[in-house]
């Protein structure tokens, strides 16, 4: 275990940023926010073999980030319960991650840069028609939504977050307050989650909830920030950790999850983006998520990963050595059974 940086973040806040921080953390302490304890989808009897990657987010907050290793899943070891899981989306969310309670235009710009991305790799690999219905959860301002709806789609988003939702809103938009599960009585061609899964309190029985707001045959696309994209999506490995993350997820965990649903991946990639499609009429929860006996030697070596790119960041390792650890890593998962 490399990350413990006492009970201070290791980010550069705007004073905005930590009044609302304060503010989160009293709420823990009195007890308005409710953290509990959060176990692995592979349901692991020892998780006191698990290995400690932190002891602390980014942000300071005492959640510890661990390692199942049994299968090699990432986790927050404490998540708020449902009440104040929706609270902190609410309340505190974008104050903190983002430092303001009103989306920017440059915030706005920056999910039209993701949509737009993911927009084009969806047509290239799908194909977009024009009045193809198209779902946004957890949508935001509704940038990642902009590109379909200007495309011609008609497109609906939900998200917590009464303000940001207003700017979409002025953008032409139809954006609506809540998860969109209670609400949406309609069936989807396409329904989008961009960095939305990862923050599930039940990931697993939460897709499948809403896989019943898509037409049978119909697409999802899903983007989680891949562990083994850590040293190109962020320049600090230690700006990783996130309470808000209740996992964090591999490609070939995600291939596990989304077959033994009953998915059909159309596309992945190792940043965690995927397309899948909806199988039949009607997805179940499986019994059980059964993960191969490669899944424990696997977890070991993701720890040596993390441990690898904390020693990297520590003394500067060169890019060139760095490609030549990442091409060895690469090598010993596929001899796993971890396909690239």
């Not at 949508?139 to 590109?147: D, K």
């Amino acid at each position: 275990m490399w990350v413990d940086k006492s009970e201070k973040n290791i980010l550069n806040l705007t004073s905005y940023q930590q009044n609302w921080l304060a503010k989160l953390l009293n709420d823990i302490e009195s007890g308005k926010m409710t953290l509990i304890k959060n176990y692995c989808l592979c349901n692991n009897d020892k998780s006191t073999n698990d290995f400690v990657l932190s002891q602390c987010d980014r942000f300071g907050v005492r959640v510890k980030t661990v390692l199942c290793s049994k299968c090699g899943l990432v986790r927050s070891d404490l998540v708020f319960d449902e009440d104040s899981n929706i609270l902190f989306y609410e309340k505190y969310y974008r104050n903190i991650y983002v430092g303001s309670d009103l989306a920017a235009d440059y915030f706005f710009s920056e999910q039209v840069k993701r949509g737009g991305g993911l927009f084009d790799l969806y047509k290239n690999v799908c194909g977009v028609e024009k009045k193809q219905s198209v779902l946004e959860l957890g949508c935001g301002a509704g940038g990642i939504l902009y590109p379909f709806f200007k495309y011609g789609c008609n497109c609906v988003g939900y998200d917590f977050n009464k303000s940001y939702l207003e700017f979409g809103i002025k953008k032409g938009m139809l954006l609506k307050y809540g998860d969109g599960l209670l609400e949406e009585k309609s069936s989807f061609d396409l329904i989008v989650l961009s960095h939305v899964f990862e923050h599930f309190l039940d990931p697993v029985e939460t897709i499948v909830s809403i896989s019943s707001l898509l037409k049978p045959g119909g697409n999802m696309v899903i983007e989680v920030p891949g562990v083994y994209n850590i040293d190109a999506a962020y320049n600090n490995p230690y700006h990783y950790f996130q309470s808000a993350h209740v996992y964090s997820f591999s490609e070939s965990y995600l291939k596990v999850i989304f077959t033994s649903i009953g998915f059909e991946i159309l596309y992945s990639d190792e940043i965690c983006v995927f397309i899948i499609k909806k199988l039949g009429c009607h997805l179940s929860i499986p019994e059980n998520i059964v993960f191969d006996s490669s899944s424990e030697r696997n977890s070991k070596l993701l720890y040596r990963y993390f441990n690898i790119l904390f020693l990297k960041h520590e003394l500067f390792i060169s890019k060139g050595r760095w490609r030549l650890f990442k091409s060895f890593l690469k090598k010993r998962l596929v001899l796993l059974g971890v396909k690239y």
